[in-house]
């Protein structure tokens, strides 16, 4: 099968979980047989643009790759708003910067099977394209993305972010509905979302699990002896749901552990200064800013945990944490969207008085790490490859 890709952020480096998620499915794909082209964007306003090394990285793996850069020049900004009653502010900037790019004669040069629209924000430019190329339209959802965004926005602080948030979630749901009745099929991250939708009434929803590639997971199997950190926080250090998790684990968790000679670890990308004035308040834990190597990071630890309070789809770091020797301690969104199976891998506390107490289970007992090789198969690449199959995209509910 011929894919082009359409995804919300250019997937290299692969720095936070949805960059992750995309590359790793790219290069499943690729190494399933599929012919794959790459259409997404970078944020020209804050981001320096992509190196020739990340762009080659990318052509190894996808036939064609066309990056677009969002700016943040005043007529853009003018455009943006004026289509807000159109489209949310996330996906009109997508939208307004694939305009005049010649990006419907790239696609119809790559001349696709089919157009996967992976994240919902290029979704106007995907729904153009399919429809000009007459190429059935599959949209890969990453979470209730309404539902997500209005959390976000509640637990932002900070003024400017906050309006940027609002202006996302004007006609956000709509437009949300508006793709997945167009989508010939929906592929959810979330088995718990897509009995969301199903209950809603949309129609072909399957659940196509992220995975951890055999590279990750061999580097998190060669544990550290004896390990560095007793408890150890991953994942991006600044989207609001992010500081929020780790503020309640440092002010309300932590605090109940008496044990000054405890090593936590708090470990991620672009830690907000907000997160790093909490995290000084305990001298026991360690900062890990922007590792180069997560893998090798979250190996080092004892007990991993996941203290998230807000959230839909999959966190990718309790898939990932499944890969781990480490004893696994979440909260209930932690682990919300995994299977069952997946889901009884962890000790999962809601309150911060079971929370503590849970990670001092974990750090008293060896962890009984047989039950998760069978679970780790449903997020394996060769699982993910069986799937989609050799020739053809998924079509059954059960992938």
Known sequence: MKVLCI???IPLPANSGGRVDVWRRLCALQ???HSLALLCWTDAGRVAPPSPDVIAQLERVCASVCVLPITRRPTALVRRLLQLWRWPSHAASRAIAANGKGVEAWAQAFAPDV???DGLYGGAVALRVSQQLKRPLWYRSHNIEHQYMAAQRTRESRFVRRLGLLANCLGLERFERGIMSRAERVLDISQDDAKFWRNEGVRNVAWLPTLVDHAFASRLASAADPPRFDVLYFGNLHTPNNVEAVTWLVHEVLSQI????????VAGSRPADLLREVLRHDKRITLIQNPEDMAAIVAQARVLVNPML????????????LFSGAALVSTSVGVGGLPAEAKACFAVADTPELFAAAVMRGLAANPDVNARHSVRMAFSPDAIATCFGRGALPVAASC
């Not at 008496?258 to 670890?265: E, I, K, T, W």
């Not at 807000?310 to 944490?321: D, F, I, P, Y």
């Open 7 to 9: 995804a919300n952020d």
């Open 31 to 33: 190494a399933a047989g």
């Open 115 to 117: 157009v996967l629209l």
């Open 258 to 265: 008496d044990n000054p000679s405890l090593r936590v670890a």
């Open 310 to 321: 807000a959230g839909s789809g999959v966190n990718l770091k309790s898939v990932e944490m």
